[in-house]
């Protein structure tokens, strides 16, 4: 895809099946492969050497806490798919430390920065997390790689309807949405602050709707 292979071991094929069969559409599941494939991407000019399975079961599984499965859940919902990953790979004789790297990987896909400074297994999945959410890193990626990945996995209305899946998956949870607390510092205190704007990022990226 673009010079990246989807994985094809056995366990990665587990866990195609097993997403699929808790994701109802293909907003999710789009979603997760492009991650997969635009954080690939991003490792290569960064010379990250990462374990394909494992990116790809992080990036699968990133935002399984969205969908109905969880919509009883009182935990953020990074937690819901990082504890349903890491289930998945130590039943299937992940050793316990690698299964760890996706569970980080997961559960800090929304915290930023932080994930760059941590193993490639992790900061890729922010990597293309930010890509096809944010647009961060849009234009430093080939358009020819882009094309070919958004032609194999479509994004069509994907702002709206991304926006409306977290806004699906977190209203019951409200309590778990308390952010970056630095923020409030320089809000309080620094004249002119504006907190940046997760929604308003996403609608202003350079991806088309």
Same mark, same amino acid.
């Given at each position: 895809?673009?010079?990246? +292979?989807?994985?094809?071991?056995?366990?990665?094929?587990?866990?195609?099946?097993?997403? %699929?069969?808790?994701?109802t559409d293909d907003l999710i599941c789009h979603h997760s492969r492009r991650v997969y494939l @635009?954080?690939?991407?991003?490792?290569?000019?960064?010379?990250?050497?990462? =374990? !394909?399975?494992?990116?790809?079961?992080?990036?699968? @599984?990133?935002?399984?806490? $969205?969908?109905?499965?969880?919509?009883?859940?009182?935990?953020? @919902?990074?937690?819901?798919?990082?504890?349903?990953?890491?289930?998945?790979?130590?039943? %299937?004789?992940?050793?316990?430390?690698?299964?760890?790297?996706?569970?980080?990987?997961?559960?800090?896909?929304?915290?930023?920065?932080?994930?760059?400074?941590?193993?490639?297994?992790?900061?890729?999945?922010?990597?293309?997390?930010? $890509?096809?959410? $944010?647009?961060?890193?849009?234009?430093?990626?080939? +358009?020819?790689?882009?094309?070919?990945?958004?032609?194999?996995? !479509?994004?069509?209305?994907?702002?709206?309807?991304?926006?409306?899946?977290?806004?699906?998956?977190?209203?019951?949870?409200?309590?778990?949405?308390?952010?970056?607390?630095?923020?409030?510092?320089?809000?309080? @205190?620094?004249?002119?602050?504006?907190? !940046?704007?997760?929604?308003?990022?996403?609608? =202003?990226?350079?991806?088309?709707?």
């Amino acid at each position: 895809m673009g010079g990246i +292979p989807l994985p094809d071991s056995k366990l990665a094929r587990e866990a195609t099946e097993l997403i %699929r069969d808790d994701v109802t559409d293909d907003l999710i599941c789009h979603h997760s492969r492009r991650v997969y494939l @635009f954080g690939a991407h991003h490792g290569r000019p960064h010379d990250l050497a990462f =374990d !394909p399975e494992l990116l790809y079961v992080g990036a699968l @599984f990133h935002d399984l806490g $969205l969908t109905g499965k969880f919509r009883t859940s009182q935990q953020p @919902f990074e937690l819901d798919g990082a504890d349903e990953a890491r289930a998945f790979l130590t039943t %299937r004789g992940v050793p316990t430390d690698r299964a760890r790297l996706v569970r980080e990987g997961i559960a800090l896909h929304t915290t930023p920065a932080m994930p760059h400074h941590m193993a490639p297994e992790v900061a890729l999945v922010t990597a293309g997390v930010e $890509l096809d959410v $944010l647009g961060i890193g849009y234009d430093t990626l080939p +358009p020819e790689a882009r094309e070919v990945v958004v032609a194999a996995y !479509p994004r069509p209305d994907f702002k709206r309807r991304i926006l409306h899946a977290f806004h699906a998956g977190l209203a019951h949870r409200p309590r778990t949405i308390f952010g970056n607390v630095k923020a409030d510092v320089l809000d309080r @205190f620094e004249e002119g602050y504006t907190r !940046p704007n997760f929604v308003r990022i996403i609608e =202003d990226s350079s991806w088309p709707p």
